[in-house]
């Protein structure tokens, strides 16, 4: 039986790769995506969006949520995803009629199918925390979250000590945190173990595939910005291994912890904290992933990236 998921992003590059692997994964039904902004403005983020999944056109269509008007975003430290967001992949404008809010389409959903729906969190939780304040009650209604985020040990991308998606948004990452939801922790030390090599350009889908098509004109300009800018020759693709943690848990290494996020620090806004200590009224109210196996994950976003150019041939 498919797993049913909601999808919620910034799209971004490492989240379009991500999108692209789960809307042909056989063991996933994704039944809605929702856009926020993050690494985009939110029209952007919508907009890539809405390109994305009409040009992917997948098996079964999700329905899709319009990211609401942006907040304060902060000022993005750097991007890697180019001014679009998508590396120059500039898709043709695809307004898909009668969307709606991303925090409607995640409330709509939960309700039609309650306890059963997996939400993948590859951006900032702005959607989430609008959707858990509309209706408090919702919480008890998602099966897990899978969110892409945080940091074990304070080694941030956004600052020195918080990862981009909680730096975009502290205040809705703390309230996501704090809700009494089983949810799972993917943090950047462990998504940033998976490096991807040039040779991951070698085996894409051919360009012929639609999967083929945008992954070999995104992720060349992935490679150059991230040598640019962070002097590395290989590429991290946060958004996708926190799907893989989704779709194949067993190759991850958690650990139960006690989980907060800063909101107010001047240096230290959207970090998440763990607290370590032994005390007797500490309640777990995350599993954080504190490693995985690389190469394994690696593995698994190859063939599943196959699949999807297979699939759309
Ligand atoms: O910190 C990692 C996150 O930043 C990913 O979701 C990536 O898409 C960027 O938004
Ligand atoms: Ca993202």
């Known amino acids: 039986m498919p797993r049913k998921v909601i999808i919620d992003c910034d799209p971004g590059i490492d989240d379009a790769v991500a999108l692209t692997m789960a809307l042909f994964d056989p063991r996933l039904e994704v039944l809605a995506v929702t856009a926020c902004g993050g690494n985009v403005p939110a029209d952007q983020a919508t907009g890539n969006l809405q390109s994305l999944v009409k040009l992917l056109d997948p098996p079964r269509l999700p ?68 959707a858990l304040t509309r209706d408090p009650a919702v919480a008890e209604l998602i099966h897990r979250l899978v969110v892409g985020g945080g940091t074990i040990h304070g080694n941030g991308n956004a600052s020195a000590v ?13 309230h996501v945190i704090l809700e009494p939801v089983a949810k799972t922790l993917v943090p950047l030390e462990t998504s940033g173990q998976v490096i991807f090599g040039f040779d991951i350009l070698d085996e894409l889908p051919d360009e012929s595939s639609r999967a083929g098509m945008i992954l070999r004109r995104m992720l060349p300009h992935l490679f150059r910005a991230h040598r640019q800018i962070l002097g590395s020759e290989g590429i991290v693709m946060h958004d996708v291994v926190t799907l893989v943690a989704a779709l194949n848990p067993e190759l991850f290494e958690r650990t139960s912890v006690v989980a907060d996020v800063e909101t107010t620090g001047d240096l230290t806004t959207g970090m998440l904290v763990i607290d370590r200590r032994q005390t007797k009224t500490a309640r777990p109210n995350a599993d954080l992933l504190v490693g995985c196996d690389a190469a394994a994950v690696a593995d698994c976003v190859l063939r599943s990236l196959v699949s999807a150019g297979a699939a759309t041939e």
Do not use: M, Q, Y
């Open 162 to 174: 918080a990862d981009f998606n909680f730096f975009c948004d502290p205040h809705a990452a703390r």
């Open 63 to 130: 329905r899709i949520g319009v990211a609401a008007a942006d907040g304060l975003l902060p000022a993005r430290p750097f991007s890697l995803h180019g001014s679009d967001g998508l590396g120059g992949l500039n898709l043709p404008h695809a307004n898909l009629h009668g969307a709606h809010s991303a925090e409607k389409v995640i409330w709509e959903t939960l309700r039609a199918h309650p306890r059963e729906v997996t939400i993948i969190a590859l951006g900032p939780l702005s959607n989430l925390s609008r």
